[in-house]
């Protein structure tokens, strides 16, 4: 596995050529992208810019909103291809969404059907360009709370829904935030291999919530206070063989308000600090 940076999820703006360079700055091996700007900048000079920086494209997040009306999703799966391809062409095979974990308006099986119908047309276009989707459940009681229907919020659940799929390219987006707020542990690890898990995130939580009141969007950077397990995490993600990106996602007031090279910095520090308490090979 290798640390990734993902310029958006610690509250910095910055465009394809400037992500890949404040990467490349401050020892990441990997950085999430949009396809989008990889079209616009072109597929060779995007391949340039992460040569010269010693980067690769980690992963992208499914340009398809399939939680809306059919139309919007039809419109968004017809321009996948194009996307996909770019992606694929500067050395990234991996692709990535989250799922609601409850519904106002759909029970729990037709809500099922609709996901395993629109999540595998989008993921029969990505297997195209030997792209992979991972699924990221949801798992904070508070974020099911007050809603009618509940869905999927484990990673058990999850990955019934990608055997429904039945592509052959569906897996798990793991975060270590969602396995912990969903009951996981570190066992689960003897049910996976490299093959179930597609993409990582990994933060932490605040001290003094007990876990079915930690809110989604309140979180910490990465081994900041020691309530997930980080060390049994990445220890398990290890055993399994996980040969894929490990970015931080710590939805952090502290961190967005910070400038953005600082940011990125303290970013890389927490997740330079949980490798070395996991024991992991230094691997950018």
Not at 193 to 201: Q, Y
Not at 218 to 244: A, N
Request: charged share 25%.
């Amino acid at each position: 596995m290798f640390k990734a940076l993902n310029i958006g999820a610690i509250g910095v703006r910055a465009g394809f050529a400037r992500s890949v360079e404040l990467a490349g700055k401050y020892g990441f091996a990997g950085v999430y992208f949009n396809p989008a700007e990889v079209v616009r900048t072109g597929i060779a000079r995007a391949k340039s810019v992460l040569e010269n920086h010693y980067v690769r494209a980690a992963g992208f997040g499914l340009p398809v909103d399939f939680r809306r009306d059919e139309e919007r999703f039809r419109n968004d799966l017809a321009q996948l291809a194009p996307l996909a391809h770019a992606a694929a062409e500067v050395g990234c095979l991996r692709c990535s969404t989250w799922i609601r974990p409850a519904s106002d308006k759909l029970p729990f099986k037709e809500n099922f059907e609709l996901h395993r119908r629109r999540l595998g047309a989008a993921a029969k276009v990505l297997a195209r360009y030997k792209i992979r989707l991972g699924l990221e459940f949801v798992g904070p009681k508070t974020s099911r709370e007050g809603k009618k229907h509940e869905f999927i919020y484990t990673a058990s659940g999850m990955l019934e829904l990608c055997r429904a799929i039945g592509t052959g390219n569906v897996g798990l987006l793991l975060d270590c935030w969602h396995w912990y707020t969903s009951g996981g542990t570190t066992k689960d690890f003897d049910n996976w291999s490299n093959e179930t898990i597609v993409d990582v995130h990994v933060n932490d939580a605040p001290k003094g919530v007990p876990v079915d009141k930690q809110r989604d969007a309140v979180r910490c950077l990465p081994g900041e206070t020691g309530v997930i397990d980080i060390k049994g995490f990445l220890g398990g993600l290890q055993s399994i063989g996980y040969d894929g990106p490990v970015m931080a996602e710590p939805f952090s007031e502290r961190v967005r308000e910070m400038e953005a090279e600082d940011a990125v910095r303290v970013t890389k520090e927490s997740l330079d600090k949980i490798w070395e308490t996991a024991r992991i090979g230094n691997s950018g």
